[in-house]
């Protein structure tokens, strides 16, 4: 079955640690989203990626570090600079970046917590 | 520059009752709306999109959702409500740009009583 997968569903974190979100999908989409869900504020886009290679910052981009290396994946770095990173990450995708209209494929998400 | 509001962080109907989720978008460009679904602790799932042509979009598990221009309106509808409907529903607004960048708003959590 084609999706998108992230790993790991829970991750804990020690403060002034960093970590890594994996997502990695087989949907050959060319476009790859990060975003960051906190209660009651929606989706923030944290980076995005429109192809192999490429990446531009989001609105929150501060704190955080992807890599394109390959198609398939886009793993999120959350580093110690980032003041705030408890919440739950969701990477999505879509079949073309560049074109409105296209709908994004959504992970299960992972759940971060800074102890 | 484009934005989402839903009115109402929580809606609360009966079982069988009528489901009503608004959502009112701004855009300086034709919009491409969506309606997504997301259960506890889970990812997003669309559930219905308009992009052009028909006003009155169908979706998945007996959801629509009718584009109203004049109002910048993307209300979603279901005629009764199942319990497990309960959830919680994202609006998003693209269009424009040099990248399919979506503009969430929210959320609504849908309570749905026995």
């Known amino acids: 079955d084609g999706g998108i997968t992230q790993s790991p569903k829970y991750l804990f974190r020690k403060e002034g640690q960093n970590v890594t979100l994996s997502c990695e999908q087989n949907?050959?989409?060319?476009?790859m989203y990060w975003y960051r869900q906190d209660p009651g504020q929606g989706l923030r886009l944290i980076y995005y990626?429109?192809?192999?290679?490429?990446?531009q910052k989001g609105d929150i981009a501060e704190g955080y570090s992807v890599s394109r290396e390959k198609k398939e994946s886009f793993p999120l770095t959350v580093t110690s600079a980032q003041k705030n990173p408890t919440a739950f990450y969701l990477c999505?995708?879509?079949?073309?970046?560049?074109?409105?209209?296209?709908?994004?494929?959504f992970g299960p998400g992972t759940r971060l917590t800074v102890l | 520059a484009q934005s989402v509001t839903q009115l109402g962080s929580h809606v609360s109907v009966s079982e069988g009752a009528l489901v009503l989720l608004r959502c009112n978008y701004s855009?300086?460009?034709?919009?491409?709306l969506f309606w997504y679904v997301q259960y506890p602790n889970q990812g997003l799932q669309l559930l219905l999109k308009?992009?052009?042509?028909?006003?009155l979009v169908k979706g998945i598990n007996g959801f629509e959702a009718e584009f109203k221009k004049s109002e910048t309106s993307f209300h979603l509808t279901k005629p009764s409500a199942h319990m497990s409907d309960a959830a919680e529903y994202f609006c998003a607004v693209s269009g424009g740009g040099n990248f399919n960048k979506f503009y969430f708003g929210s959320g609504t959590k849908l309570n749905v009583k026995p």
């Open positions: 308009y992009t052009t042509g028909a006003t």
């Open positions: 949907l050959n989409h060319d476009a």
């Open positions: 999505a995708s879509s079949i073309r970046g560049g074109r409105a209209g296209n709908e994004q494929f």
């Open positions: 855009s300086s460009v034709p919009p491409y």
């Open positions: 990626s429109q192809i192999v290679n490429d990446f």
